[in-house]
């Protein structure tokens, strides 16, 4: 009759940043535990707090499955002699089964037939199993800091406190680290902290909830989003999104009391993302805004408590009370901030080193302002007002790194910039370009569409991104296996996003270059070789982005082995390639293309037409010509289907050539002449892909003619 497991691991308050993953893993690990252990089971499922990791399992088997030991023994041919009689083989290998020969059997494998022991085994009583299962998963839990208490040896998130296991009603009796398991669990820290004997998942469950402790963190989740969003509308308001925090608060309570307070409303003078940060970073409270607008917000807050006290009112005026104070020093910083003015902050970040070899941020600033003049040039040409804009938001951008405000509240660097260039009476896009640039700052902005407001504003985060990554290079510290510090694969993973969703064209090989001829010589690298490096970076991201997208890894490799520098035009000859290759007839005109691109050999020289001594010769490189016009205007624009159309016109006049022309002929310059028609019409490919790194199904395109 199946069972239900039930395993308890009770501790000290888990960092709400590890509960979630540790529920995962958990859930995880003893999937993949029963099976090894070949203990049958039904649905898996977790449940947490700040104070526990639950695993609860329907369906488990009382007994282990049966099972075979198969042990294949010498050849047939060599275990038997010419009378039929056993060799020495095989009785040594029947003796070290533990039966006579003519217990063994025999199976024909790829080797020929060979003699075969099975042994089947029965399996053990899943209690029993699962006494030496359990100990072992909660071992295996990874956790990025664990700690380790009173004199055992185990490591775990936080100190271990009780076990409960049970398998149906009988408890599963094992010792871990000095912590013996049993039926006991334990309800809320404060409300209930009594051991409680439990009979299985419904019992667990119900008298958890008796004793103040809602388990499923889902469940735990919607009991605040509903009781916040109906003291929200008891404030007329609405909560001010953060999903993030929502999710922090969820795991931080066993039992969610749903508080509000209010603050002075003379703070609403402060910037709203102050406002905010205030009540989020150090108190853990939810903004409230007026319903319909985003960042109007209103003097109030809500908060969630860990318990029902007596008199909520006394909490209410505590929390109001440290968030006062909290909100009083941010207005301090910001009258502050305000007194000193962007200008002689971008003085001050002189003193603030941005590495050692690299200089400070002010000496950044500099390298980022002129990479935007580059980059306005080539991204948006004419444009005085977009470069007037990003060059001068480059100038101020990093100056509020060093303002009290942002010392107070590292996440709100670039947006305080941005309200201190506003203050300063610095142009809205100006403004904004300075709080946006540090847009996008990870995978999850990516995702979510967050990125710079202004065409100002996106120059800056590529220059900043772009410097960030090259001269981190320069002063040898590249990303390794073992870490990025400097998180220069989530900078240059900005770059790229940022140049495909807004469409951003321009040489990044060249800015680039122009980055490293700024930052090398502060760290006396060489130059060249920090740029084709850098290239290779970001070319291997590109190749792993487009690649995830579902494209085809050959047609990727073909693309990138071409890469001109622009990512968006990259990717859409990439596309054009992937389509063509669903064509019925792309596997002959892949054949044809390589024919050409394989001939070549060394630098491709001038195409002499007087040295034409065969009619393909001519009719190749007329054929040529003629689609080299037609394609020009459409690589031009971006049409690399229509050109791509264009160029397997070309397969009748390649294949004529190579059927009827000797191409390495003793004659050097007539070798050389046919070389370089051969180079010149492998260039014409070239301009979308470097077609030889097509792999075709069972290619037979052979040597050409020699």
């Not at 009785?91 to 006579?100: H, I, L, N």
């Not at 902050?345 to 980022?368: C, H, P, V």
């Amino acid at each position: 009759m199946p069972l239900e497991l039930l395993v308890e691991i009770g501790c000290e308050e888990i960092p709400a940043r590890f509960l979630g993953p540790a529920l995962t893993q958990l859930a995880g690990k003893a999937a993949v535990a029963l099976a090894r252990a070949r203990i049958r089971c039904g649905l898996i499922k977790t449940y947490g707090t700040p104070r526990r990791l639950t695993l609860a399992v329907d369906e488990v088997a009382e007994m282990q499955q049966r099972w075979e030991e198969r042990k294949l023994g010498p050849g047939v041919a060599h275990a038997f002699d010419q009378n039929g009689e056993p060799t020495k083989a095989a009785t040594g290998f029947a003796r070290s089964c533990g039966v006579s020969v003519a217990e063994l059997g025999r199976e024909q494998t790829d080797k020929g037939e060979r003699l075969l022991y099975v042994k089947k085994i029965e399996g053990r009583p899943s209690k029993e199993v699962l006494a030496e299962v359990i100990p072992a998963l909660i071992k295996s839990l990874e956790f990025a800091k664990a700690m380790r208490w009173g004199e055992g040896e185990m490591a775990f998130v936080r100190p271990v406190h009780w076990i409960l296991a049970l398998l149906g009603e009988d408890a599963i009796l094992f010792s871990l680290d000095g912590t013996a398991s049993g039926r006991m669990t334990r309800g809320h820290r404060f409300l209930s902290p009594e051991p409680v004997a439990v009979t299985g998942i419904a019992d667990y469950l119900e008298k958890l909830d008796l004793r103040g402790v809602v388990p499923d963190p889902q469940f735990r989740k919607e009991i605040i989003e509903r009781d916040v969003e109906l003291k929200a509308g008891e404030l007329g308001g609405e909560m001010y999104p953060d999903p993030a925090l929502m999710d922090e608060v969820t795991n931080l309570v066993e039992f969610p009391v749903v508080l509000s307070g209010g603050f002075d409303a003379r703070h609403l003078a402060l910037p709203a993302e102050v406002l905010i940060a205030c009540l989020r970073t150090h108190q853990r409270y939810f903004a409230l805004r007026k319903p319909g607008t985003d960042k109007e917000l209103l003097p109030f807050f809500i908060t969630v408590a860990n318990t029902p006290a007596t008199d909520l009112s006394v909490v209410i005026r505590g929390n109001e009370r440290v968030l006062g104070a909290r909100l009083a020093d941010a207005e301090f910083y910001w009258r502050e901030d305000l007194k000193t003015g962007i200008e002689k902050m971008r003085g001050n970040a002189a003193g603030m080193t941005f590495y050692q070899t690299l200089g400070s941020y002010l000496d950044k600033m500099g390298r980022i302002e002129r990479l935007c003049g580059r980059l306005c040039d080539a991204i948006f040409p004419g444009d005085a007002g977009v470069k007037k804009a990003a060059t001068e938001a480059a100038r101020y951008c990093k100056a509020d790194l060093v303002s009290q405000m942002v010392g107070e509240f590292a996440e709100l660097q670039g947006v305080m910039g941005g309200e201190y260039a506003r203050a300063a009476g610095m142009d809205a896009e100006t403004a904004r370009s300075v709080r946006d640039h540090y847009l996008p700052r990870s995978a999850e902005d990516i995702a979510a569409g967050t990125y710079p407001s202004d065409p100002a504003g996106e120059v800056v985060s590529l220059a900043d991104k772009i410097d960030s990554v090259v001269s981190c290079w320069a002063a040898g510290l590249a990303p390794t296996g073992a870490g990025d510090p400097f998180a220069l694969r989530r900078q240059a993973q900005g770059v790229i996003a940022l140049c495909l969703i807004r469409g951003l064209r321009f040489r990044l090989d060249r800015m680039i270059e122009e980055s490293a001829a700024l930052s090398c010589p502060l760290t006396k690298a060489d130059a060249g070789k920090v740029g084709a490096e850098v290239k290779e970076f970001f070319a291997a991201r590109l190749k792993a982005q487009f690649m995830e997208s579902g494209l085809p890894y050959d047609v990727v490799d073909a693309g990138l082995s071409v890469w001109n520098g622009d990512v968006p035009d990259t990717l859409a000859k990439i596309e054009a390639v992937a389509r063509m290759k669903k064509r019925p007839d792309f596997d002959p005109l892949m054949i044809a293309f390589k024919r050409v691109m394989n001939i070549v050999e060394g630098a491709p020289g001038e195409v002499d037409q007087s040295r034409f001594k065969d009619e393909a010769e001519a009719v190749l490189y007329s054929e040529y010509t003629r689609v080299r016009h037609n394609i020009g205007p459409l690589l031009a624009a971006g049409s690399y289907d229509q050109a791509l159309e264009y160029m397997a016109g070309l397969k009748p006049a390649v294949d004529r050539f190579f059927d009827q022309v000797m191409v390495n002929v003793p004659d050097q310059e007539l070798r050389r002449n046919r070389h370089a028609l051969c180079a010149t019409v492998a260039g014409l490919f070239k301009g979308v892909a470097d077609f030889s790194r097509i792999v075709i199904a069972g290619e037979k395109s052979g040597p050409a003619k020699s």
